[in-house]
């Protein structure tokens, strides 16, 4: 579950240096259609950012969830330290803007603070600043425009499954 505190990896399923091995806040995240969401280069990326075609996680696939300190909001850190952002505080469609996402932040803020919504069923949606969910394009499986961040429902391409402690 989470809390405000810090996040609970038992809830989910089991700056400028490479996230330590089994940190209990370190995810790889996967899309609807069973891909993981990547950071481009670790991070550090304001175009060619993410990707949603990985089929087996590594190093580039590592986000450490990190609390902000505000009672609700979360950053999602890299494995190489940036912070993954909702360009625009989200609300974006690949369709006009290719990368929705960047991943260049080096300090958390407003716009590289998500929320989690829970469908009930052991997935997460991934709520920007703005109030509106992040969408794996075609469920997962892209190189490029693989996000969208104009979401309003949490349906079955705004839904990640987590598995943390990596």
């Not at 892209?142 to 979401?151: C, L, V």
């Amino acid at each position: 579950m989470l809390t405000a505190g810090g996040f609970a990896a038992a809830s989910l399923v089991g700056a400028g240096t490479a996230q330590a091995a089994t940190d209990p806040n370190t995810c790889f995240i996967r899309t609807h259609d069973g891909h993981y969401v990547t950071a481009v280069g670790g991070g550090g990326r304001s175009s060619d950012v993410m990707h949603t075609n990985a089929t087996v996680p590594s190093t580039w696939e590592r986000f450490t969830i990190v609390y902000s300190g505000d009672g609700v909001h979360y950053g999602l850190r890299t494995a190489f330290g940036y912070y993954v952002t909702a360009v625009n505080s989200g609300g974006l469609s690949s369709n006009n803007v290719p990368d929705v996402l960047h991943t260049d932040a080096t300090v958390l803020r407003n716009w590289e603070k998500f929320t989690f919504a829970v469908d009930g069923d052991g997935k997460y949606g991934l709520r920007a600043f703005d109030g509106h969910l992040l969408s794996a394009v075609g469920g997962g499986g892209r190189s490029s425009r693989a996000f969208d961040s104009n979401r309003t429902v949490l349906d079955t391409w705004e839904k990640f499954a987590f598995t943390c402690n990596v």
